[in-house]
């Protein structure tokens, strides 16, 4: 897909697009696993998260004991997932900034669809996921309301996504998180989802997601699964996201948009903004 056709009909419309097989030609798609990642980071600790009823535990492993936790642990289906012990997740995580050599499995890059001030780096601002079968990110959007693009590289998942227009049917609970579960929606505590449209994507190795600011989306992995995403503004969506600074928006959130409107909007050098910007790529919310 072209820039322009991108920007007029996706991004500038706000409209979600899954690109089949957009970055299949990658190297990254015939290299990575989750042994691969054992082998060039295993000896990297990580912060893994699992949810649970009472928030986000957070702990941290070696990437290569959460390797062998991946592949240790047996397939599941959706059913048999759904209502059992939460599962340690390692996502939204800074990888590719970490070990910047694995950007080059991922060429050629689609740098266009990005905001300029992002394009140089654009690894930088990447977060990476790896779980197995079974992992789930329960509905949410993303903190900045930003643009997000995701990119499959090894294994299945599922998104469910809603539009930003519907959040006030989903059972919202504080800034970015909502209640209602999209697979096993429970009508009698929110009937007004009934009134929802979400869409149920399936989103294979190789593929390419488009989700706009403010998207509503659940995931699942289907099987073990390695991705990795980047949230980015323009200047029209930092300025929106500035605008609901007032609407339970954290205070840390704010604070990253605004380095982000100095990179987006004033073009303030990146050598100067990055290094405020970073700590929101392991910011948990």
Not at 11 to 25: F, I, Q, S
Not at 114 to 129: A, E, G, K, M, T
Not at 198 to 225: C, E, F, K, Q
Not at 277 to 284: A, D, I, T
């Amino acid at each position: 897909m072209s820039e322009s056709d991108f920007a007029t009909n996706y991004r500038d419309a706000m409209r979600p697009v899954l690109l089949r097989g957009g970055c299949a030609a990658w190297a990254a798609c015939q290299r990575w696993s989750p042994e691969y990642f054992d082998r060039v980071a295993g000896s990297l600790t990580v912060p893994v998260k699992t949810l649970t009823s009472n928030g986000i535990q957070l702990s941290s492993w070696r990437l290569a004991e959460y390797v062998r936790f991946i592949m240790e642990r047996p397939a599941c289906s959706k059913e048999a997932s759904s209502d059992a012990e939460p599962i340690p997740y390692c996502h939204d995580i800074p990888l590719l900034g970490l070990v910047e050599k694995l950007a080059a499995d991922c060429q050629p890059f689609p740098t266009s669809y990005l905001s300029p001030c992002y394009r140089q780096h654009w690894w930088r601002y990447s977060q990476f996921f790896m779980g197995p079968a079974g992992a789930v990110t329960p509905l949410h959007f993303d903190s900045l309301l930003t643009h997000n693009l995701f990119f499959q590289i090894y294994g299945k998942k599922t998104f469910t996504i809603i539009p930003p227009d519907q959040a006030d049917l989903c059972g919202r609970r504080g800034w970015r998180w909502f209640d209602v579960d999209p697979e096993q929606p429970d009508y009698a505590r929110f009937p007004q989802y009934r009134q929802a449209a979400p869409a149920t994507i399936a989103v294979n190795a190789g593929d390419m997601l488009y989700m706009p600011p403010g998207t509503l989306h659940h995931v699942r992995s289907l099987t073990a699964s390695i991705s990795f995403n980047i949230d980015w503004h323009t200047e029209q969506s930092v300025l929106d996201a500035l605008a609901q600074a007032s609407d339970r928006m954290p205070k840390e959130v704010v604070y990253y948009n605004a380095i982000a409107a100095l990179s987006a909007i004033a073009k303030v050098p990146e050598d100067i903004t990055f290094p405020l910007y970073q700590p929101y790529l392991s910011y948990v919310s």
